[in-house]
């Protein structure tokens, strides 16, 4: 039976790069984004509150649990195994439903969006430690249904329960799996399974990191497409079509500039790849979920590019680029142990200009915020100019002491 569940793991000589599975699986992913899209757009249409912004956010933080976990599965377990593709698959039917519940997932579909989401939580680590039988790691999924279970208590009651405390009890369940999972699901008895000590392929959760990126800035593709093709082509939404393009390009530039090039080379050499993308993981949480914001922004300068910009949009306009750029900042530590000052320094000029944006139009606050980004695209170019490729210098590759006897 041990024999069996070890068959289950990735092997030395196994492929370690992302399947066309988890390529299908982004496709829910895709839609669900754009979820997430919608449902900030119609809650500043009806009068933006915090209550109502984070009430979103809590929805995309388990549209992203349930992403980041499937991830950490497919790079400890053989992706090729029958029970892992069931499992992918059941992920993906799972996300799609919170997706489609997601623009109403704290109104009347709130049930709906928990069932989905705890059947994909709770069920995937059960199957999955049914297989592995009596291998020793069978106590890895154990741990992780078990925080499933009792956070689920929480998201039940929020969803069953009077509607003025869902969102109290929701933030409790989403703060419990999050918890879990920096934590590494401590059990008593058990102990910890932190993924920082997982034996991983760290060239594979390196591209689902990369592509999680790229689906993010796919959506504000999608976003600034559908929303000029509803526009018409007159020329006030033309310049801010081609304003918002050049922003998502220049975001994608910035992300990739040395450090999202040596990703996938950083994780696939270091000593612990475990801690490197558990660390990372956070920080293109962060990133993805500046470009989603970043999107939301492109919409509501593309309506209306030269009106009186609200205080709200700014949240959307010079906010997602701004929480961008903290993200790529953290980002670049990770891989080279340093702090990118120009990032930084243009984070704050972006925040600090916000008070002078109100006085001008959603186009002007756009405009800014891409040349800002384009100057920090520039002088990135001009200080690698004829310097060649620098390698990776971690300061998270290393293995964490506390871990030495994880059942990896």
Do not use: C
Not at 77 to 96: N, W
Not at 104 to 129: H, K, N, Q, S
Not at 296 to 324: M, N, Q, S, T
């Amino acid at each position: 039976m041990a024999q069996r569940g070890g068959a289950l793991l990735r092997g030395e000589n196994g492929t370690s790069r992302a399947t066309f599975l988890e390529l299908f699986l982004d496709l829910a992913l895709v839609f669900a984004l754009t979820r997430v899209s919608v449902r900030y757009i119609d809650e500043v249409e009806h009068g933006l509150t915090v209550l109502g912004f984070l009430e979103t956010l809590i929805l995309f933080l388990a549209l992203w649990h349930v992403w980041t976990l499937i991830n950490w599965v497919t790079s400890r377990y053989e992706p090729d195994a029958l029970t892992i593709q069931l499992v992918v698959v059941g992920t993906m039917f799972g996300s799609l439903v919170m997706a489609v519940t997601l623009p109403r997932g704290f109104e009347e579909r709130a049930l709906a969006f928990v069932v989905a989401y705890l059947v994909t939580v709770i069920g995937r680590p059960l199957l999955i430690a049914a297989v592995l039988g009596r291998h020793p790691r069978r106590t890895v999924p154990w741990r992780l249904a078990a925080w499933a279970v009792v956070a689920g208590v929480f998201w039940l009651a929020g969803a069953l329960g009077p509607a003025d405390l869902r969102f109290g009890l929701w933030a409790l369940a989403i703060t419990i799996d999050l918890a879990g999972y920096l934590l590494g699901w401590p059990v008593p008895g058990l102990g910890r399974a932190p993924v920082s000590a997982w034996r991983i392929a760290g060239e594979h959760i390196a591209e689902r990191y990369q592509q999680i990126f790229l689906i993010a800035l796919g959506e504000t593709i999608l976003v600034i497409g559908i929303t000029y093709s509803g526009e018409g082509f007159g020329w006030l939404a033309a310049a801010a079509f081609t304003v918002a393009f050049l922003t998502t390009a220049l975001l994608w530039r910035i992300y990739f500039h040395r450090a999202g090039h040596l990703l996938v080379e950083a994780l696939r050499m270091a000593r612990s790849p475990g801690r490197l993308g558990a660390s990372a993981s956070t920080t293109h949480l962060v990133m993805v979920l500046g470009v989603l914001l970043t999107g939301v922004g492109y919409e509501l300068v593309i309506v209306k590019p030269f009106d009186r910009v609200e205080p709200a949009w700014l949240i959307f306009i010079v906010g997602g680029p701004a929480l961008f750029l903290l993200g790529r900042t953290r980002f670049e530590y990770e891989i080279f142990a340093r702090v990118s000052r120009r990032r930084v320094l243009m984070m704050l000029v972006l925040v600090g200009s916000a008070p002078l944006l109100l006085l001008g139009t959603p186009m002007l606050a756009l405009s800014v915020v891409a040349g800002g980004l384009a100057v920090v695209a520039v002088v990135d170019g001009l200080r690698a100019r004829d310097q060649p490729m620098e390698p990776s210098a971690s300061p998270l590759d290393r293995p964490d002491p506390g871990d030495a006897n994880f059942p990896t």
